[in-house]
């Protein structure tokens, strides 16, 4: 067998891929208006439905007010976070959000879509972590960051693993994983 260890009941193997080495270059950047159409493409992938909490398709109309409310109102706690390797170009890699957890003082709630055509490359974690330590330098108060994963989203579990997230919960809908920023 596999050596190793289990989160929320998944057994995940202690051999992930290894992080990208220094070619990728991470920067982050608001969300624009130039967004909409890539982050409506994204969210309506299917194994991005598959792994979401809620896996209906996602409509026009629903996903226009969702990114309009981000550009507008939630802009500062709304990223998208830009790689390249070597000297290529920056592309957007990975949305990546938080808000504030309803009843729960200090604690956030991070959402992250990372672009389909990159999965399985090892890179989500270094984008990810790029993000959150943004967040929690521009946002005053973020004490701890929460997720909520899907059981059967192996990757994402990995991911938040690799970032030191622990299962806080296990319920019906999901994993809710957490982090102290403290």
Not at 11 to 40: H, Q
Not at 54 to 75: C, D, M, P
Request: aromatic fraction near 8%; glycine fraction near 8%.
């Amino acid at each position: 067998g596999v050596a190793g260890t289990t989160l929320g009941g998944v057994r995940m193997a202690d051999t992930a891929k290894p992080w990208p080495g220094d070619d990728l270059e991470i920067k982050l950047r608001p969300i624009n208006p130039a967004d909409v159409l890539r982050l409506y493409r994204w969210a309506n992938d299917k194994v991005t439905r598959e792994n979401s909490l809620n896996q209906q398709a996602i409509g026009v109309l629903e996903h226009s007010t969702w990114f309009l409310r981000k550009l507008l109102r939630r802009r500062r706690a709304t990223l998208i976070v830009e790689g390249r390797f070597g000297a290529g170009r920056f592309v957007p890699m990975m949305f990546c959000s938080v808000v504030s957890a309803e009843g729960k003082s200090g604690t956030w709630v991070v959402s992250v879509n990372l672009d389909p055509e990159l999965r399985g490359r090892g890179i989500s974690s270094a984008l990810l972590e790029s993000a959150v330590r943004d967040f929690s330098t521009r946002i005053e108060g973020l004490e701890i960051i929460r997720a909520f994963v899907r059981p059967q989203n192996v990757p994402s579990l990995k991911m938040f693993k690799r970032l030191g997230f622990h299962v806080a919960e296990d319920n019906a809908e999901g994993l809710i994983l957490e982090k102290s920023l403290r």
